[in-house]
């Protein structure tokens, strides 16, 4: 290593830690009272400012208001263009009618009348089976007397699947019912109810009177099992998962289900993911969905539809587990169905939607309810002939300050309403005033820092020299404002290996200035002036050190690295800078250097499906912990990029980029030639995504419920306040719901998502989503309004929780017992008696069991000695920040054939069900769950396609190490590569892509997606899991 031709300053005389110079308290105390107005004193508004707005500021390069804007001037667009997409062809009138030459009400949309998307909205969820006219009662035979049965005559009436008789109807075949064939004599019931050849009945009869079930009381039904503990607190009553398939870690008791069934079952008789998403697709895709309506179920994350936000948040920014919450704690409990929201506040907008408004309510800042301080919404009702709002939330009673006063139209409405996004929109913007930024003081924009392992590993794989040949171009790309010219995030530059080498890169130098401490107990920055800089203006010295630096150590023999002090080091250029930001590190190996966060090889597979598994999961205390309180108070993101060779302790390594809101990207055996290029995808994303800093969230509710729990990549220092270093677009945090008091069918629940955080052009900003659900004594409308992909979200985020404190298998158990529990008090309540041999499913959960059981063969929770602990882990904690698409993809992955595509159309081929049984000996098949990506290609693939595809005449001539496909001018070659373009650029992170042919050893990567199947690390088939769940259900229904 040389340092020549740098000027080794002697910074170590200013080793204090604190960095002088600046307030201290500033970040320094986790302890420190949250700022601004969370959890303040009440506000006041003391000072009208009658008339006076201040105008939208663009200190830097916002852009001025928009002219064109809809609303007044007060109000800001994100983005260039304030067009809002074509009002949908709809006739009826406006949700709440509209003032007359309101540019807004020229755009709106005409929405269907409420009735009619209640309409179609129950149709949706009656995927085939609605009944029709409620007939004369039927007497259940076995019921007990109080538990007031389904009023309607035959089998499944409202939303719910069947297995049982064979398939009625066209449009179900999902549905399509064969007896299910479960082993013991005690499972073969009395012959499904219904019959064959029962006629489609069509959808239901239209508004909601049809459904007439009285549904239990609070208390719920007699003879109900009372639920044991919330989840993951409780045993699983019943014997552990076994039965055929299940092997490893799911074997123990049940050994009455053990054998195959006994007839096959044709495999498309269950319900499928592929059939559902398909359907959804082709009711709602291409479709606007208008978010006016309370509690109205959004379309799939798998649909392609168009938001228009008209009170409510954009399904793409907060989704539910279920949009009607039960009146009451009991019925929670009862039903076991988590309430739960995930958010992803910066989600990305497609272009043909509307960015969110910046609203600037002047200097006393936003206003807020005095009471619960909720921000202005749309859930405030004026009163008072305009002088006073009632809150939505808290119910408290509030005086309109005198610049906001506005006379109320004949309905009692504003006659602003539309001019202003804070009352008509569901997700907006709120600049915020000083007294939302640290120490009052105005926020600066955040800064990157590329922080390189100059050791061995890193030199000799070529990384070094990819990631600097890299950030030349890529710095071009920093995140900017919408509009602005360039981007204001500065960027400094660290290289380490056992000691840390900072860089002077002002852009007066000829040439940068390397600094060296080796001091890594106390970490300290060694120069203030020239350490983060604009890249802009030194790019000619920073390219100038990004070209020395492979050279410079070209000749490392050091292999050892430390880590912790490396984002230390960070963190203290933050605090002196004073600005948020993210760190940037490129590690190899596990960090066994003597210094702080020193870490030791515990990889112990021994471990595994015993009491202490849990263990290797959890991340070493003390030093990480404490640098992930340092980030999270100063605003200090932590992404890691790790080139391992071997274990290096991902639990602990990613312990402080999941809790500032960073990200983990691992490539194990690293290969420029084989995984450069997935990297650097992966890093480009990375750098360009939309990203907010310094972030600190909190959840309203409206009486009677409230948040209680949270999963993301987050920092809680109280139970309420989630705090975020960072939070980019892909990033969601899960809450949890629960009762604590009575929800009232009249009012409905109330949510209101307010995210303070600092811009890419250091603004201080309050993004506020707010979203209506609605609430019902009725159990059936809670299983109606339920959404697996969202609850898939929360039970897998909940149980790689879980798994931290208990043992896996009772985390499994508890995962099956509480998904029995679910669908057996739908049986129990809300379907209409029949066969105990029929399992019935609730429509909008009946691919619920296939998902969970993907979840259980996920590597964090299948306990298998051949996954490498710390794969395991990364997936555990990469899942923890995912939204509603990452969960539902990862656990159900897309296989597309593609060997009868249409090249002459657009369309991607439909997506075939994740099993085996779908692969041909001739066929092509692309799979993708978002992590991973895999061509398949079966034996007999044809010659033809083999030649149009890779340009060889047979499989046998294919290269080994292919790793692209070549660049061939054909149409299937065109298509084949425009498909698997459009994915990547869709998916957050980058994809590898591996050929796989049938056959062959890498095939087993390939196959362990195929989650239908039986897993090759243990876990049952779908067929298997469903029997499975099926014996749960009727063991809690005795
Ligand atoms: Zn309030």
């Known amino acids: 290593m040389s340092q020549q031709g740098y000027v080794a300053t002697p910074p170590y005389s200013q080793a204090q830690p604190g960095m002088g110079g600046y307030p201290a308290g500033f970040g320094s105390s986790p302890a420190q009272p949250l700022y601004g107005h969370y959890g303040g004193q009440p506000q006041s508004f003391p000072t009208p400012l009658t008339g006076v707005m201040k105008p939208v500021s663009s200190p830097s390069g916002m852009p001025p208001p928009?002219?064109?804007?809809?609303?007044?001037?007060?109000?800001?667009?994100?983005?260039a263009n304030p067009q809002r997409y074509p009002a949908p062809p709809s006739a009826a009138a406006p949700p709440y009618g509209q003032p007359p030459h309101s540019q807004y009400h020229s755009m709106a949309p005409q929405a269907p009348a409420p009735a009619q998307q209640l309409t179609n909205q129950m149709g949706s969820m009656n995927l085939g089976y609605g009944p029709g006219p409620m007939q004369s009662p039927q007497a259940p035979p076995t019921s007990p007397p109080a538990q007031q049965p389904f009023q309607t005559s035959p089998p499944p009436t409202m939303g719910h699947s069947t297995l049982g008789p064979p398939p009625t109807g066209p449009h179900s075949p999902q549905m399509a019912p064969p007896q299910l064939p479960l082993a013991g004599p005690s499972m073969r019931g009395p012959p499904p109810m219904g019959g064959t050849g029962r006629p489609f009945p069509g959808p239901p009869p239209p508004g909601a009177g049809g459904f007439q079930q009285p549904g239990p009381g609070a208390a719920g039904p007699p003879g109900y099992p009372q639920q044991p503990q919330g989840p993951f607190g409780g045993q699983m009553a019943g014997p552990g998962m076994a039965g055929p398939g299940m092997s490893g870690p799911f074997q123990g008791g049940a050994a009455q289900m053990a054998g195959p069934p006994q007839k096959k079952l044709d495999p498309d008789s269950i319900p499928s993911t592929t059939q559902v998403t398909e359907d959804d697709q082709a009711k709602r895709g291409g479709q606007v969905y208008t978010t006016n309506l309370r509690g109205q179920v959004p379309p799939l994350v798998t649909t392609?539809?168009?938001?228009?936000?008209?009170?409510?948040?954009?399904?793409?920014?907060?989704r539910c587990t279920t949009y009607s919450f039960p009146c009451t704690a009991d019925l929670a409990k009862q039903c076991q169905v988590p309430l739960g929201a995930i958010i992803k506040p910066f989600a990305t907008v497609p272009k043909n939607e509307t960015p969110l408004y910046v609203v600037n309510h002047g200097e006393t800042g936003p206003i807020r309810c005095n009471r619960c301080k909720a921000y202005m919404c749309p859930n405030m009702q004026f009163i008072d002939g305009g002088r006073r709002y009632q809150c939505g939330f808290c119910n408290c009673v509030n005086e309109v300050p005198a610049f906001y006063f506005q006379h109320l139209d004949h309905m009692g409405r504003r006659v602003d309403l539309y001019e202003r996004p804070e009352l008509s929109l569901g997700s907006y913007e709120f600049e915020a005033t000083l007294d939302y930024c640290k120490n009052n003081k105005p926020a600066s924009p955040p800064a990157y820092i590329f922080m390189i392992d100059v050791s061995y590993a890193n030199i000799k794989s070529g990384l070094v020299r990819l990631v600097c040949g890299e950030l030349k171009t890529l710095l071009d790309n920093l995140p900017r404002e919408d509009g602005a010219e360039s981007s204001m995030v500065k960027v400094g530059f660290v290289t380490y290996n056992k000691i840390l080498h900072f860089y002077n890169v002002k852009s007066a130098l000829a040439q940068p200035q390397m600094m060296v401490v080796s001091d890594t107990a106390?970490?300290?920055?060694?120069?203030?002036?020239?350490?983060?800089?604009?890249?802009?203006e030194s790019r000619a010295v920073i390219n100038n050190l990004l070209d020395q630096i492979p050279d410079m150590f070209a000749d490392t023999n050091e292999s050892e690295t430390v880590f912790a002090p490396v984002i230390q080091a960070g963190v203290e250029a933050l605090k002196t800078a004073e600005c948020s930001g993210k760190l940037f590190i490129f590690h190899s190996s596990i960090p066994t250097a003597e210094a702080p966060g020193k870490l030791k090889n515990r990889d112990d597979k021994k471990l595994i499906n015993t009491e202490k598994e849990k263990t290797l999961f959890q991340p070493q205390k003390g030093v990480y912990e404490?640098?992930?309180?340092?980030?999270?108070?100063?605003?200090?993101?932590?992404?890691?990029?790790?080139f391992p060779s071997q274990y290096v302790d991902i639990a602990t390594m990613g312990d402080v980029p999941t809790h500032t809101g960073g990200s983990i990207f691992k490539y194990s055996n690293f290969q420029v030639e084989m995984d450069g290029e997935h990297f650097l995808s992966d890093l480009r994303k990375d750098v360009e995504k939309a990203i907010g800093f310094d972030a600190i969230m909190r959840v309203r509710t409206s009486t009677g419920f409230r948040a209680t729990n949270f999963f993301g990549a987050i920092h809680m220092n109280n139970t309420t306040d989630v705090e975020m270093a960072a939070v980019d677009c892909d990033k969601a945090v899960t809450v949890e719901f629960k009762h604590d008091d009575k929800l009232s069918e009249e009012t409905g629940a109330l949510m209101q998502c307010a995210l303070l955080y600092t811009t890419v052009s250091g603004q201080r900003r309050l993004r506020i989503h707010n979203l209506s659900l609605n609430c019902s004594a009725q159990l059936s409308e809670l299983y109606k309004s339920c959404e697996t992909d969202a609850l898939i979200n929360f039970f897998a985020k909940s149980a790689y929780r879980a798994m931290l404190n208990q043992p896996l298998k009772t985390v499994r158990e508890i995962l099956v017992n509480q998904t029995a529990h679910m669908l057996a008090c739908y049986r129990k309540n809300c379907a209409s008696p029949s066969a105990a041999s029929q399992l019935i499913l609730p429509d909008a959960m009946k691919v619920f069991p296939v998902y969970l059981n993907s979840l259980l063969k996920t590597g964090p929770l299948v306990g298998s000695a051949e996954l490498s602990t710390d794969d395991r882990a990364h997936q555990r904690l990469i899942t923890t920040a995912m939204g509603v698409e990452d969960t539902q993809l990862l656990l159900y992955p897309r296989l597309v054939p593609l060997h009868n595509m249409d090249v002459a159309s657009d369309v991607v081929p439909a997506p075939v069900r994740c099993s085996e049984?779908?692969?041909?000996?001739?066929?092509?098949?692309?799979?993708?769950n978002g992590r991973s990506l895999f061509l398949w290609l079966g034996q007999a693939c044809p010659p033809e396609l083999v030649q149009s595809i890779f340009n060889v005449p047979s499989l046998a001539h294919m290269p080994a190490d292919l790793r692209s496909l070549p660049v061939l001018d054909n149409p299937q070659s065109k298509k084949l590569r425009s498909i698997i373009d459009s994915l990547l650029d869709q998916r957050p992170s980058a994809m590898k892509l591996l050929i796989v042919k049938q056959k062959d050893r890498s095939e087993m990567l390939f196959r362990q997606h195929l989650v239908e199947d039986k897993?090759?690390?243990?876990?049952?088939?779908?067929?298997?899991?469903?029997?499975?769940?099926?014996r749960e259900i009727r063991q809690v229904l005795t």
Do not use: I
């Not at 002219?67 to 667009?77: A, F, K, L, M």
């Not at 392609?304 to 907060?318: H, I, K, L």
């Open 66 to 79: 928009q002219v064109s804007s809809q609303y007044g001037s007060n109000v800001q667009q994100n983005g």
């Open 304 to 318: 392609d539809y168009t938001v228009q936000d008209q009170g409510n948040a954009s399904p793409r920014f907060m």
């Open 522 to 536: 106390e970490m300290f920055v060694p120069l203030l002036d020239g350490f983060l800089v604009n890249f802009q």
């Open 626 to 642: 404490q640098l992930s309180k340092d980030c999270v108070s100063q605003g200090c993101s932590v992404d890691l990029f790790v």
């Open 917 to 928: 049984e779908r692969l041909t000996e001739t066929g092509m098949f692309l799979l993708e």
């Open 1015 to 1030: 897993g090759l690390h243990g876990g049952a088939s779908y067929m298997d899991f469903l029997c499975y769940v099926h």
